[in-house]
């Protein structure tokens, strides 16, 4: 079977994976700009993705939603809009060139839908087995909170994921690690209320006591 450009679905899938590994390569995972967010003011989250009919693959949906993340991630503002692709789908691969769906999203600009393809590669590349079994433990968030706390950081765009990730990849995938770090961050009362440190130095007293291995927390914290 072939595309409209003549292409059979081991060449799209070639190319697909090509693409994927270039985008991964251009992806910026830190800050460009003296500026950073503050991420305890952050209130309002957007995302862009695209959909296909199970039942006819030439039919598209790109939905656009907008999150309250200050109330539990409610939805403020969403809009569906039906498309054609250029491209057939493939399972595995979100087989469409988005400068087509920016175009018939209207409003949103190819970069904004770069930006968003290249965050899903991003995610699915440091995710790795995505069936892993998440066996986060007490001890996990104790080891977490205690590294957190150690690392004296001024806000969340500081801390090295890069670190945490590999210390925790036996344990869960890397976002469930920053799920689990989300969970411990809700048990902090008005945590939305509270600066970043605030927010270490609440979990520090409740998951690190004076009785608790600080050599093996210590050992934890090294590279």
């Known amino acids: 079977m072939s595309d409209s450009c003549g292409k059979s679905d081991e060449e799209l899938t070639e190319e697909f994976i090509r693409l994927q590994l270039e985008l991964r390569d251009k992806l910026v995972v830190c800050d460009t700009e003296d500026w950073a967010l503050d991420m ?16 006819d693959s030439s039919r598209g949906c790109v939905t656009c939603v907008v999150l309250n993340a200050k ?30 769906v920016s175009k018939q999203m209207g409003d949103r600009s190819e970069w904004q839908c770069q930006r968003h393809f290249r965050t899903k590669v ?10 892993r079994l998440n066996r ?8 977490l909170v205690y590294f957190l706390h150690r690392s004296s950081y001024e806000n969340e765009l500081q801390i090295d994921w ?4 590999d210390k925790f990849s036996d344990v869960c995938t890397f976002r469930t690690m920053c799920r689990n770090w989300y969970n411990l961050k809700a048990k902090v009362h008005d945590y939305n209320l509270k600066t970043y440190p605030e927010i270490v130095d609440s979990l520090y007293k409740r998951y690190v006591g004076p009785n608790d291995d600080v ?3 210590e050992e934890f914290c090294k590279s």
């Open 122 to 131: 991003y995610y699915v590349m440091s995710n790795g087995d995505m069936d």
């Open 136 to 143: 986060w433990s007490v001890n996990h968030s104790r080891q």
């Open 162 to 165: 890069d670190f945490l990730k």
């Open 215 to 217: 050599e093996e927390l």
């Open 40 to 55: 305890n003011k952050l209130e309002l989250i957007g995302g862009l993705d695209i959909s296909y009919d199970k039942s």
């Open 71 to 100: 109330n539990d991630f409610e939805i403020v503002y969403k809009n569906n809009t039906f498309i054609e692709p250029i491209n057939r789908y493939i399972a595995g691969f979100l087989a469409f060139h988005w400068k087509e």
